[in-house]
């Protein structure tokens, strides 16, 4: 059904006039005309009737005026969404991150860009970076954040997914504000032979790629305690149970309420980056063109050491 025949239908509904409608549309009478009977054929009714001077509905059209205005609207206002949306004036963003990104860097990015951005919505999704990149793959989510290591072998690597270092992310030693080395400002791997760890679980790659330092070096590691969740390992330090390894970004907050410290570890080979990930060839709207560019700016350095 093409719309020229509704919005003609409700032009002449409100006005009465077939005169009026071919006015409001550019169009002559007779051509009105043919779309109201185009109309009736189709709903097998008549629609209008003549009454003296007067052109008024049937009761077919007071049934089908609500349905054809509802219409006629809906198609106008989709219009207008579609062009707010190519102009840039709204948009939303599907974003997916690993836990880490998720929990420390996503929610304070997310809540300058919303304030510099305040037309562009973002919803966000937490899982795991293999999930993150598959979702991406099928057009689940827009774009990625997720955590990597230099040294480790990507074993997920998807031919259909671009992506770029937005941040290289220090891994560092935290000790609790009591504890002996807390007035250290950097230190090797050697010195933390036999020292208690408290470190991720044996099938996350923090854990692995820690392990092979140690290994390589010929270091013996001794772990403590294992647990999945990062604040529950930082609560853990700061009681004072073990020392731990964690990126930096995970541990400002506590480091500048003074609750942890952190120190540098001088022969720690192990580079954990955050990568934008999105669909080869994607088309970016002009709302994701500027999430993008917001994380890839030094926007996102300050948000990140805020």
Known sequence: MDLIKLKAFTIIAKSGSFSVAAEELFVTQPAVSAQIKDLERLYDAKL??????????????????????????AIEESRYAVEDIKVGKRGHIRVGASALPGMYILPDTIY????????????????FATQIRKMISNNELDIGIVG???????????????EEVLYKDEMVLIVSPNHPFRNRME?????LANQPMILSPKTALTRRSIEKQFRELKIPLRIVNEFGNVELIKRMVEKDFGISIL?????????????????????????????????????????????KEFMKGHKLQRAMEA
């Open 187 to 191: 230190m090797s791997l050697e010195e």
């Open 112 to 127: 300058k860009f919303r304030k510099e951005y305040p037309n562009f919505s973002v919803s966000l999704k937490v899982t």
């Open 247 to 291: 990126p930096l970004t995970a541990v400002r907050k506590e480091e500048k309420n003074n609750h942890l410290r952190y120190i540098k570890i001088s022969n720690l080979n192990l580079e954990r980056r955050i990568l934008l990930v999105y669909r080869k060839n994607k088309k970016f709207s002009k709302a994701l063109k500027a999430f």
């Open 48 to 73: 209008f009737e003549r009454i003296g001077h007067h052109i008024e509905l049937t009761d077919e059209g007071k049934a089908l005026l609500p349905y054809a205005e509802m219409i006629v609207r």
């Open 148 to 162: 990597s290591y230099q040294s480790a072998e990507n074993s997920d690597i998807n031919s259909s997914l671009e």
